[in-house]
């Protein structure tokens, strides 16, 4: 398993974002690895994903607050303005 790893730092807290091929398959060991303890989520989801797919990370997540943002991966797609579209 190949991850990336950058560390955000803000005035109130620390977190990491992961980014990588099939975390999916690691997610119980990435949560447990990193002490992840979050109240909210924000999945970023390649639009080509089922979503039987979404709705089981969901499920196992276990928390109530959940955002899914759904993402055309494509070259033309991978810039600041989607980055925007994400954040708003």
């Known amino acids: 398993m190949k991850v990336n790893k950058i ?6 807290q620390k977190y990491p974002i992961i ?3 099939d975390l999916i ?6 949560l447990k690895e990193n002490s992840f303890k979050f109240n ?3 999945l970023v989801v ?12 969901i499920k ?3 928390i ?17 303005k989607s980055v925007n579209n994400i954040l708003n």
Do not use: A, P
């Open 7 to 12: 560390q955000i730092n803000t005035n109130t």
């Open 19 to 21: 980014i990588g091929k």
């Open 25 to 30: 398959k690691f997610l119980d060991k990435i």
């Open 40 to 42: 909210q989520c924000l």
């Open 46 to 57: 390649d639009k080509k994903i089922k979503n039987k797919k979404v709705k089981s990370i």
């Open 60 to 62: 196992f997540l276990k």
């Open 64 to 80: 109530k607050k959940i955002f899914v943002y759904y993402f055309k991966s494509s070259e033309i797609n991978k810039n600041q």
